[in-house]
């Protein structure tokens, strides 16, 4: 089995080099590679890790035929067209805890520096002036700092701020009363932070609901003498509505490292009074670079030699400890989409997966998404497992996932529904042994079969004489039969065969099996 070939396209740690080769992956390190470039040589590649340099757009996701996994050293991912990534199968990760406790700090420096006018009276003095009165600055110790996101790194702005004595409200739509108590902070509407805040300081991702978050409406309902700090991404903040509120005096002091345009040779923003800048480093410590890299080192190689899915933005997470339960379920969840996208030629409207037993203790959220992945696939050739739920929602397909813990006649069994305008029609699957899929039951009618590369499908009405006719007839077409599995709802009523033949069955020959009285359906299918 060939090793899983990755290309670092920037600056990483050279013990990210180290862990993917002493994993098995065979590495190129190529940082500073050129738009056209990187499309050029991305076709030979498994994985590509990232920092923020390497673009990753719709144009390279459209020529790298082989990738499967993108991994970015850091928390943002606007580098990366996930919308595409996810369309063509592609898994994308970053690594958010990386670099948390680094970003958090140099926020809080920010705000020792904004609070203390720190960059001016440093320039002052080593100009050779002693002007100790022109730089009157204020405590940290008993404000109130508000928070416009507490999630990984604001909590950590929390936690440090609250040992600064400060008074912390935060505004979070995904901050429980339960983590919000553990944190020491009062959850707040943004408008009772805006309104309260004597500093705030921004740490959410860059979304279409964030975007523009602190606007000039919203900085305008700020107390006069407010400080603002951004750490988290250019774009949350409106700059030039800053820099006239710094130049009324409206905003005391200011603190950006991230801005709209980056690399920022120039910004509104430059010459303000009263602001601090740095050039996104928010990151760059030792420390953080290191872990980084380290952690998207050992994601990649995870997803990529074992299946272990780690801090992913497209695909449901999926433990190292996990990935090796999970496998022999894939396959059945697989097979058994598999199964019903073979039988279906109508559009779909809904597909329901139930998990009964031990698998529903398991994280079943790939397994959905394999099985999705097999109902679209005869449909679909392009349909895989990361993109298969999206192309679900954009064909109005319904999906609904059960779980239920309760005993069963196996130790764990997998049914999957597919609903049409004309039927709902279900299978349900187990393993033998622990790894080998079989079908058990097919529309409630018990049946026991395994899967193979050529099956042959039937239903029919449960009269004598129809297995013989339908021998003779694979007979007849030097077909020969390997298995033949029989069932029926009951005597006299609906039957279903399916049989393992060792070569693929004709069009003439599935005309004449579908000519025989009494057959409903018969379908070849392939597995």
Request: with cysteine.
């Amino acid at each position: 089995m060939a090793k899983p070939k990755v290309l670092i396209s920037d600056e990483l740690s050279p013990r990210a080099v180290e862990i993917f080769s002493e994993r098995g992956c065979d590495v190129d390190f190529k940082p500073g590679l050129k738009p056209a470039e990187l499309r050029e040589i991305i076709g030979s590649y498994d994985g590509l890790a990232i920092r923020s340099a390497t673009k990753v757009t719709a144009e390279v996701l459209a020529v790298a035929k082989k990738l499967k996994v993108v991994g970015r050293a850091g928390i943002g991912v606007d580098n990366v067209d996930i919308k595409a990534a996810t369309s063509h199968g592609v898994v994308v990760m970053n690594t958010p805890f990386g670099n948390a406790i680094t970003t958090a700090e140099h926020a809080i420096a920010l705000m020792f520096a904004v609070a203390r006018q720190v960059p001016e009276a440093n320039a002052s003095t080593q100009a050779g002036k002693w002007e100790k009165n022109k730089f009157m600055g204020t405590e940290l110790s008993f404000k109130t700092l508000g928070l416009i996101g507490c999630g990984n790194i604001g909590s950590i702005v929390a936690e440090r701020a609250i040992g600064l004595k400060m008074r912390v409200v935060a505004y979070d739509p995904f901050l429980s009363d339960q983590r919000a108590a553990e944190l020491g902070v009062e959850k707040a509407t943004l408008e009772q932070v805006l309104a309260r805040a004597d500093f705030i300081t921004v740490h959410t991702p860059l979304t279409e609901q964030t975007k523009n978050i602190l606007s000039r409406a919203n900085l305008m309902k700020t107390k006069k003498g407010v400080r603002i700090v951004n750490c988290a991404r250019g774009g949350l903040v409106d700059e030039l509505a800053v820099r006239d509120l710094l130049v009324s005096g409206h905003i005391a002091g200011a603190g950006f490292d991230v801005f709209v345009e980056e690399p920022a040779k120039e910004n509104v923003l430059f010459g303000a009074p009263n602001l601090v800048c740095t050039p996104h480093l928010g990151a760059s410590t030792v420390e953080a670079q290191e872990n980084v890299a380290l952690q998207v080192a050992e994601q990649m190689a995870d997803y990529l030699l074992t299946g272990a899915v780690t801090n992913s933005l497209n695909m449901p997470n999926v433990s190292a400890e996990d990935a090796p339960k999970l496998a022999p379920f894939l396959d059945l969840a697989e097979k058994l989409g598999s199964f019903a996208g073979q039988l279906t030629d109508t559009d779909i409207k809904a597909v329901s997966i139930e998990f009964e037993g031990q698998v529903a203790k398991l994280n079943v959220k790939p397994l959905t998404q394999v099985a999705l992945m097999g109902v679209l696939r005869p449909q679909l050739t392009s349909v895989n497992m990361v993109n298969a739920p999206v192309i679900a929602r954009e064909r109005g397909i319904e999906v609904a996932e059960v779980k239920h813990e309760r005993e069963t006649d196996y130790n764990s069994m997998i049914r999957l529904s597919v609903t049409t305008e004309k039927y709902t029609r279900s299978v349900t699957g187990t393993l033998f042994g622990g790894k080998h899929p079989r079908i058990v039951e097919i529309k409630g009618i018990e049946i026991d079969a395994e899967f193979a590369p050529h099956m042959l499908y039937i239903t029919n009405d449960d009269k004598p004489g129809f297995i013989g006719r339908l021998g003779t007839l694979l007979g007849e077409g030097k077909v020969n039969i390997a298995t033949f599995h029989l069932g029926r709802d009951k005597p006299g009523g609906s039957a279903i065969a399916l049989v393992q033949v060792d070569q693929p069955i004709s069009s003439e020959l599935m005309a004449k099996i579908s000519g025989i009285e009494g057959v409903v359906q018969a379908k070849a299918l392939g597995f």
